[in-house]
C-alpha cells in the first residue's frame, strides 16, 4: 500500500514482515545512539493530521529534531487523507513512553485550537493557522537551551 503522505526521519525505515523494520541503505547510517534491536518493538501512536502538522511543523520539518534529542527515530505515515496518521516510535521502552507522552500532551495543548480552527469561517480560519504555525516555530527558553547544548556538544564532538 502506498502511504498519502510520509515524512522525513534521520533514518529511512522499510517495513518487512509482521512487526518488523529494516533500515534502508547501509546500516552505517544509523546514529550512534541507536541500536537495531530498537527497529523490533515500536510503539505506535495514532493522531489526526493536522496535529501531525502543528507538532511537527510543516512537513515534518521539527522531526528530525525531535529524533536527535530523544534519542529516538520517528516514522510519521499518513496512509489515507482521510485517516489518522500514524507515527512509529522506535527506541529503547522508557525513551518510546517518553515521547508517546510528549505527543499525547502536545495534542492536548493544540486541541482547543483546531476546534477553534473548525469552528471558524474561512476568512478567519488563515489567521488561525498563522497562529498555530507561528507557535510551532518558536521555541521555549527550555527548548532554546537543549538547542544550544546540543550544538554545542556537535560542535566539541567535530573538533576531536
Not at 480560519?125 to 556538544?153: F, G, I
Request: aromatic share 10%; glycine share 4%; net charge negative.
Amino acid at each position: 500500500m502506498v502511504p498519502f503522505k510520509t515524512y522525513k526521519s534521520l533514518v529511512q525505515l522499510k517495513h518487512k514482515e509482521g512487526t518488523l523494520f529494516e533500515v534502508v541503505g547501509d546500516s552505517s547510517t544509523l546514529p550512534k545512539w541507536f541500536r537495531t534491536e530498537y527497529l523490533d518493538d515500536p510503539e505506535t501512536v495514532y493522531v489526526n493530521p493536522w496535529f501531525v502538522e502543528a507538532i511537527f511543523g510543516k512537513d515534518g520539518w521539527y522531526i528530525l529534531h525531535v529524533e536527535s534529542t530523544s534519542h529516538t527515530l520517528l516514522q510519521v505515515t499518513h496512509w489515507h487523507p482521510e485517516e489518522d496518521a500514524e507515527i512509529l516510535i522506535f527506541g529503547p521502552p522508557h525513551y518510546q513512553e517518553d515521547v508517546s507522552q510528549m505527543i499525547s500532551n502536545l495534542v492536548n495543548y493544540y486541541r482547543p485550537r483546531m476546534i477553534q480552527e473548525e469552528d471558524l469561517s474561512p476568512e478567519n480560519e488563515t489567521q488561525c493557522l498563522e497562529e498555530v504555525d507561528e507557535a510551532s516555530t518558536q521555541l521555549s527558553p527550555v527548548r532554546v537551551a537543549k538547542a544550544q547544548v546540543a550544538e554545542a556538544a556537535t560542535q566539541q564532538a567535530l573538533k576531536k
